[in-house]
């Protein structure tokens, strides 16, 4: 929370101008996320962005076993307190007489996964009450907020939409600017403003992530756009304009600007992860106790042994394509394949800014581009043919623990459909069946989240 220090507000506003519309478009929310005195965190969301709020506390009943000195049982109930109050609307959340049970079929269970994933990602699970198709996936991950249609770009770090994120010094006070939350508000659109009028660019590919003390202060920003080359043009374009501007020209806040040699540097664009209800589609859920071999697409389909599959309902999120998901092998059928992730790998992505170990190595680049010289010049995505041998050597444990106060272990990969002719076969690195290289990561699409128990050593 902030500190409202209102005598502070008067000195900050006769400083910087108040907010000006410079891009016709509406104004994005901004909220501080976390405030010390010497970094404040922001969440800059677009207009349209609703998200469920927390239930108040007194209307949630937490289990006997709930251990508040433990940041994965905290998260766990805090998010299902918050996707239960989704389902039941205003009714008190209980979970005495009504316990979470993790088991592999349960619902909550793969919303507890997902949401460790996401939090493993340095980003925020949420949920929302809207509906949304998943076909404008790239104008929503520009704006920083994704979906299951694009999680296995988040987990890769996104190669086509990656934020160009700059650190801008300037010669304000810092207790001024975060005196409270409507100056905060006011400083964070005017500075939006600004950079969207020195780059053309809508407001809502602009963000700020973060305002921190230092002599004056430093404003962690970043711009997104929906195609990297396109990210990159803004992002040169802003970079010269901060280096070359003389104090004359410059305007707004960012007359407050010090003289330095600017640069901007490449992160991982996701803020937020959003889920709906209508995410998910139980009638499809199922086991696959067996080894068992199809055809999806025209290619051999290698059913996940072992494992137990939460189906994303997807047949309505893609306006323009209803032929992808058929199970008849007519054109335009896309095919199976599995992806996955290591927490380790997902650790590295928040870290360093590093894509997915086979993202960042490529390691079949050069086989790809010998079997097909006219792919585009890009890094790959790769999903295995195989979940078992496959896509699961790329997947750690998470850790669930449940209102009894027991843990299981379990591992999640992504079931996706690929669309045909947008990868290349290759004989590793997987141990069983193959690795495609996929060089157009529009071409993936996940239609299940498959589950499977690990036990413990």
């Not at 939350?181 to 969207?196: G, V, Y």
């Not at 394509?321 to 059928?333: R, T, Y």
């Not at 170990?357 to 010049?377: G, H, L, M, R, Y």
């Not at 141990?431 to 699409?445: K, P, S």
Request: hydrophobic content about 35%; charged content about 25%; overall charge negative.
């Amino acid at each position: 929370m902030h500190d409202m220090r209102g005598a502070q507000v008067t000195t900050y506003q006769s400083i910087i101008p108040v907010p000006t519309n410079t891009m016709a478009a509406p104004v994005p929310t901004v909220t501080s996320t976390s405030h010390t005195d010497k970094v404040t965190t922001l969440a800059v969301t677009p207009v349209w962005y609703e998200s469920v709020k927390s239930p108040p506390a007194n209307k949630i009943r937490l289990p006997v076993h709930y251990r508040k000195d433990s940041p994965t049982h905290v998260r766990t109930f805090e998010c299902l307190s918050i996707y239960r109050s989704m389902k039941i609307k205003d009714q008190p959340i209980d979970f005495v007489d009504e316990p979470f049970i993790s088991t592999i079929d349960n619902t909550e269970t793969v919303v507890v996964v997902i949401n460790e994933l996401v939090h493993q990602l340095g980003a925020r699970l949420t949920f929302t009450e809207q509906t949304f198709k998943y076909d404008d996936s790239d104008y929503r991950t520009a704006c920083g907020i994704g979906n299951l249609g694009s999680i296995h770009s988040m987990i890769a770090a996104g190669q086509n939409i990656q934020t160009a994120k700059f650190n801008l010094h300037l010669k304000l006070n810092y207790d001024d600017v975060t005196s409270c939350a409507k100056t905060l508000q006011d400083f964070t659109i005017e500075f939006i403003n600004n950079l969207a009028a020195i780059v053309d660019c809508k407001k809502e590919f602009i963000r700020v992530f973060s305002i921190s003390r230092a002599s004056s202060i430093n404003v962690e920003c970043g711009i997104t756009m929906m195609e990297f080359q396109q990210t990159k043009i803004l992002a040169e374009k802003l970079k010269q304009a901060l280096n070359r501007m003389s104090s004359k020209q410059r305007e707004g806040i960012l007359q407050y600007l010090i003289p330095e040699s600017y640069d901007y540097d490449w992160q991982p664009t996701f803020s937020l992860l959003q889920l709906q209800e209508s995410d998910f589609d139980p009638q499809y859920n199922r086991d696959y106790p067996d080894a068992e071999e199809d055809m999806r697409g025209g290619r051999p389909y290698f059913l996940p042994e072992g494992w137990y599959r939460h189906a994303l309902k997807v047949n309505d999120k893609y306006e323009t394509d209803h032929v992808w998901l058929g199970m008849d092998n007519s054109p335009g059928e896309w095919s199976v394949a599995y992806h996955g992730t290591k927490s380790g790998v997902v650790r590295n992505i928040v870290d360093k800014g590093l894509k997915h170990e086979f993202v960042t190595a490529d390691a079949c680049k050069e086989d790809a581009e010998s079997q097909n010289p006219s792919i585009p010049k890009v890094n790959g995505l790769y999903v295995a043919t195989h979940c078992e041998g496959g896509a699961s050597g790329y997947t750690d444990d998470f850790e669930v623990q449940d209102s009894s106060g027991i843990s299981r272990n379990y591992q999640v990969v992504f079931q996706c459909r690929v669309e045909n002719g947008k990868f290349t076969e290759h004989p590793g690195p997987v141990e069983v069946g193959l690795a495609l290289r996929v060089f157009d990561e529009r071409a993936i699409r996940p239609y299940g989240l498959l589950l499977k128990e690990t036990q413990t050593e």
